[in-house]
Structure formats: structure tokens, C-alpha cells
């Protein structure tokens, strides 16, 4: 069964980068693609971006901007980095392995990391 | 950018009980929508895909209709780990975009 775990620095200051980690096991990252999906504080969540298992990458208009998705298939994983994070980029951060087509972007999510949680606070 | 309403933005109910949540969509997604559980502290729970398919292991007590712009996610009598945050997804078009969320509450 795969499962999925979010690791990085709970805490980023104003203005510098976010850096996060999902550890996938129980499968590889070269099958399927896979996710970062955030919820802020009494917010609904936010899909951010995702990874395909040949290594493309499709990010939320909103912020292409600012995000890079990576994989590190020597150690399964892939990562997510948002660069210049503000106040409203605190939030958990989760990772999820997409379903459906990733090709015309009728993905749903399933399995979910547990989350992280990310303050931005100087 | 598609936009997802969901109603009401809670909902209390007793145990037993059937509960019936919204989402509507603010164009047609054919039967491209997904329903989620969360509870506190929790990752997120696939529960239903395409509208009415229920995901591996998920209840028969939790049932999903709807197409084009109304959708509905039934649990016809809730069990006391039910009372959760519900939120709908579509998977219609890029970017997936999710609803406000349900919470269900106990009565």
C-alpha cells in the first residue's frame, strides 16, 4: 500500500523559500503523478502543483510563478519549492498521488500524506 | 478557474440519521467531481470519484450523485466516526479546484 510523508522546516521567514519533501514508499514515483495540495487556516484546499513520472510538471496559474516540483527518483521522492513566501502561504502542506488522467488534468487524489504544517514568521 | 459552492457550510445531525451535502459548480463538469473526508489533524480521505464511484474500502452508507453543475454526497445513517469536514473537487478541467468544505456536526 503506498503511503505517502511531508518533511521540512516548519518555520520560513518572509521573502525567503519554502522547502518541502514527500517521501513516497509501498510504490515508485516512476508510476503515476503526484501532488502538492495545501489548506490554509480555515481555508479550503488548494491544489499548487504536479509532477508526472517522466518528469514534467503542471503548476496552478496562480502560483507558476513562484513554485518549482521535482522528482529524486534515487530516493523516491519529489519536492516542492515556493520561493518569496508572504503571510498567506502559511498553511499544511500535503502530498498526494494523482489518479485519473494527468495529460488533460482529470486528476483526483488518492493516498494523502499526513501534512505539515508551515508558518511564515519572521 | 473553476468555482465550487458547497451548502450548507455546516450541518448538524444526530447518529442515524441521513445526511445530504451540496456542491454546485459554476459551470458544467459533466460527472468530473470528487468528494473528500477530513478530519482534524488528518489527511484528506478520497471517498467518491466520478460523481458516484465509491473509492476502495469506503461504505455503501456513503453515495454520491449529481452531473453538470449540482451535485449531491448522501451518508444514509450516520455512524459516530461520520462527523467530519467534507470538501468537493473537480477533476473536469486544469487547474482541479475544491470547495469551501461541510463540516458535520454531531446534534
Known amino acids: 500500500q503506498v503511503q505517502l510523508q511531508e518533511s521540512g522546516p516548519g518555520l520560513v521567514k518572509p521573502s525567503e523559500t519554502l522547502s518541502l519533501t514527500c517521501t513516497v514508499s509501498?510504490?515508485?514515483?516512476?508510476?503515476?503523478?503526484w501532488s502538492w495540495v495545501r489548506q490554509a487556516p480555515g481555508k479550503g484546499l488548494e491544489w499548487i502543483g504536479n509532477i508526472d513520472y517522466n518528469g514534467n510538471s503542471k503548476y496552478s496559474p496562480s502560483l507558476k510563478s513562484r513554485v518549482t516540483i521535482s522528482p529524486d527518483t534515487s530516493k523516491n521522492q519529489f519536492s516542492l519549492k515556493l520561493t518569496s513566501v508572504t503571510e498567506v502561504d502559511a498553511a499544511v502542506y500535503y502530498c498526494?498521488?494523482?489518479?485519473?488522467?494527468?495529460?488533460?488534468?482529470?486528476?483526483?487524489?488518492?493516498?494523502w500524506g499526513q501534512g505539515t504544517l508551515v508558518t511564515v514568521s519572521s | 478557474e473553476i468555482v465550487l459552492t458547497q451548502s450548507p457550510a455546516t450541518l448538524s445531525l444526530s447518529p442515524g440519521e441521513r445526511a445530504t451535502l451540496s456542491c454546485r459548480s459554476s459551470q458544467s463538469i459533466s460527472n468530473y467531481l470528487a468528494w473528500y473526508q477530513q478530519k482534524p489533524g488528518q489527511a484528506p480521505r478520497l471517498l467518491i470519484y466520478?460523481?458516484?464511484n465509491r473509492a476502495t474500502g469506503i461504505p455503501a452508507r456513503f453515495s454520491g450523485s449529481g452531473s453538470g453543475t449540482d451535485f449531491t454526497l448522501s451518508i444514509s445513517s450516520l455512524e459516530p466516526e461520520d462527523f467530519a469536514v467534507y470538501s468537493c473537487?473537480?477533476?473536469?478541467?486544469?487547474?482541479?479546484?475544491f470547495g469551501q468544505g461541510t463540516k458535520l456536526e454531531i446534534k
Open positions: 466520478h460523481a458516484s
Open positions: 509501498g510504490g515508485s514515483i516512476n508510476s503515476y503523478s
Open positions: 498526494a498521488r494523482d489518479q485519473g488522467d494527468y495529460n488533460n488534468g482529470r486528476i483526483w487524489f488518492d493516498p
Open positions: 473537487q473537480q477533476h473536469y478541467n486544469w487547474p482541479c479546484t
